[in-house]
């Protein structure tokens, strides 16, 4: 069993249930897993492995999840890494090369930290706009399209995840 830190930054929230479910799927494998805001995340180096997304917005990460990340690229020890970002995406299959689902700079730390996997989930339209440009979007958006996370998607990333966290701790 492994100790791992999910951890995210998120504006509206939805990356918080893409985190969430990692998490829980974490725990069903039987890994011990905690899930914490990337903000408020304990020190990284307390686990045996991370787990770090974020929501993009204008090709970058939030903040938060930049500066976890930022403190990551610090510890010595190379800690097993997963970088997951998620973007409102108004179709099911985001690119995954796109700048503004995957940003390039967290792709070329998550290469130079060694993250075992990076990848882009769909997120959520935000149902309570707070900007111009959210509200465009919601308008422009089919209802149907507003939500294009997938979270049968998420958790066989995470049941992935557990697997490969399970044979290394019995090599």
């Known amino acids: 069993m492994s100790h791992v830190l999910v951890s995210y930054g998120t504006k509206h929230g939805a990356t918080a249930e893409i985190a969430e479910r990692i998490g829980a799927t974490l725990r069903e494998q039987g890994h011990d897993a905690v899930v914490a805001p990337a903000g408020e995340a304990p020190d990284p180096a307390a686990f045996d492995a991370v787990v770090l997304g974020s929501a993009v917005y204008m090709g970058r990460w939030r903040r938060d999840a930049r500066a976890l990340l930022k403190r990551l690229s610090r510890q010595d020890g190379g800690l097993p890494l997963w970088l997951f970002s998620s973007g409102p995406g108004a179709d099911d299959t985001p690119d995954p090369g796109s700048r503004w689902m995957h940003p390039t700079k ?10 075992r996997d990076q990848v882009v989930f769909g997120g959520r339209i935000p149902p309570e706009p707070g900007n111009f440009m959210e509200r465009s979007m919601l308008k422009k958006t089919p209802e149907d399209k507003r939500d294009a996370r997938d979270f049968e998607a998420i958790g066989a990333w995470a049941r992935g995840i557990a697997e490969e966290l399970r044979r290394a701790s019995n090599a």
């Open 106 to 115: 967290v792709r070329k730390a998550g290469e130079r930290l060694g993250a």
